[in-house]
């Protein structure tokens, strides 16, 4: 399940704490599945000032990922 974001590239993000899976559906539609993300992170990305950047810089190159749709 993903809540949307007021974002200029993230539609919605969701997180399974159970198994450590950030899901990001972007602007485009894409959606892809992050895998082993820690629970912080997660609240970070949707804390920060802009989440494409926290994406950009914290996210992106630093987990292993697949896309879903």
Same mark, same amino acid.
């Given at each position: 399940?993903?809540?949307?974001?007021?974002?200029?590239?993230?539609?919605?993000?969701? !997180?399974?704490?159970?198994?450590?899976?950030?899901?990001?559906?972007?602007?485009?539609?894409?959606? !892809?599945?992050?895998?082993?993300?820690?629970?912080?992170?997660?609240?970070?990305?949707?804390?920060?000032?802009?989440?494409?950047? !926290?994406?950009?810089?914290?996210?992106?190159?630093?987990?292993? !990922?697949?896309?879903?749709?």
């Amino acid at each position: 399940m993903r809540d949307h974001v007021v974002s200029s590239c993230l539609r919605s993000v969701g !997180y399974d704490a159970e198994e450590h899976v950030l899901e990001i559906e972007f602007v485009t539609s894409t959606v !892809y599945r992050y895998t082993a993300v820690p629970r912080r992170v997660h609240r970070a990305l949707l804390a920060a000032d802009s989440l494409g950047r !926290y994406f950009n810089r914290e996210v992106r190159g630093r987990y292993e !990922y697949r896309k879903v749709s």
